[in-house]
């Protein structure tokens, strides 16, 4: 089993910025496709981004040009830069990992909150 664990979430001004960590432990030789979700207060889950094992990145539109999703594959972690928030970032985030033969493992998430 993987376990995932986030870091580096808290509260922001708006327009400041944070990095999210997450570290893959447990049962895993090496860190596979990534992904970091969001779920604002009362609406459902959403994509923020994704990253490949080769280091292909997708971004939602609503983060794209001001987040970053990188890897450090020796450390088997995975970060997500978030420059310029928004109050509309102000969510749990959740950090994915997806093996190679598809099975998933979530992490326990991150509270984010930018104030206005």
């Known amino acids: 089993q993987v376990q995932l664990v986030e870091s580096g979430g808290g509260l922001v001004q708006a327009g400041g910025s944070l990095r999210l960590s997450c570290a893959a432990s447990g049962s895993i030789f090496s860190i596979n496709a990534m992904g970091w979700y969001r779920q604002p207060p009362g609406k459902q889950r959403e994509l923020v981004a994704t990253?490949?094992?080769?280091?292909?990145?997708i971004y939602a539109d609503s983060v794209k040009g001001r987040s970053t999703i990188s890897r450090d594959n020796a450390k088997n972690t995975v970060y997500l830069q978030m420059n310029s928030l928004k109050p509309e970032d102000t969510a749990v985030y959740y950090c994915?990992?997806?093996?190679?033969?598809?099975?998933?493992?979530w992490g326990q998430g991150t509270q984010v909150t930018v104030s206005s």
């Open positions: 994915k990992h997806t093996g190679v033969r598809g099975d998933t493992y």
């Open positions: 990253i490949t094992k080769g280091g292909s990145t």
